[in-house]
């Protein structure tokens, strides 16, 4: 598919738009957390994932699953631009009786493949779409999208190992490694390092790139796309908060929501 870049620089740029209205209508957290994701959940949806509200049901649909659940408002503004359903319907985020919970649910939302939340859980239910569709014959692929904070769940290095030993080509997983998890940095809380390194021992491909380069993120996908015997890993360096000086590589915007005059502030940023 040709690469309109403007366009997915526009569809992030709405993402981190919507997720900042959503976030502070209803009073939710992790609004760094999606603004760190926005350019490649917009890459994901506006160009690389065979999947649309046209194809929702067809077993050969791409798989995505929002691992890191938390920024699942980043989720729904994605599949708003892209058509899943009413922009309108963002509006419902987090309020009482709307299926746009504050972690991504799959729940009567067209577009979610699995509802997640709990930390270390989606890898592993990627892993086994990925597999069940070796055993279909299907050319699908799965995609998973981790944080950095995430990998300290043991769960994940077992699907690591799984995914390897199947020789699972057709399951790519994206590393949102913003460096900052929960309270602190990730190196204070448990370091990672050396990261890429864990990911090539556990028999992965690895492609380290800019997260927030609409460019670096096409071009690593498709390189993963072309892998034959193993399952990529791509290491998103990015930055927790991207696009709001403020938020920006700043602990207190993981649970934090933007009010009156930083709402405003952050709007005027966005713009």
Known sequence: ???????????????????????????????????????????????????SPKNINNPNRDRF????????AGVYAALAETG???????????????NLSGHVSHKNINGVEFSTGSLGHGLPVGVGFALAAKFDNRKNKVVVLLSDGECDEGSNWEAIMFAAHHKLN???????????????????????????DKWKAFGWNVIEIDGHSI???????????????????IVAHTIKG??????????????????DDEYKKAKSELK
């Not at 991207?242 to 009010?259: C, D, P, T």
């Open 242 to 259: 991207k696009g709001v000086s403020f938020f920006e590589n700043n602990v207190l915007w993981h649970y934090r929501s933007a009010k």
């Open 1 to 51: 598919m040709e690469v309109n870049i403007k366009k997915l620089e526009i569809i992030a740029k709405n993402i981190r738009n919507h997720a900042l209205d959503m976030t502070s209508r209803g009073s939710s957290s992790h609004i760094a957390s999606v603004f760190s994701i926005a350019d490649i959940l917009s890459c994901l949806y506006g160009n690389l994932l065979n999947i």
């Open 65 to 72: 699953i929002l691992s890191k659940g938390h920024a699942g």
């Open 170 to 196: 057709n399951l790519i997983t994206i590393i949102d490694y913003n460096k900052i998890q929960s309270l602190d940095t990730v190196e204070n809380t448990l370091s990672l390092e050396p990261f890429v």
């Open 215 to 233: 460019t670096e993120i096409i071009e690593s996908y498709n390189k993963a796309s072309s892998f034959k015997s193993k399952p990529t890993c």
């Open 84 to 98: 899943f359903f009413k922009k309108k319907l963002l509006e419902t985020h987090y309020q009482d009786g709307s």
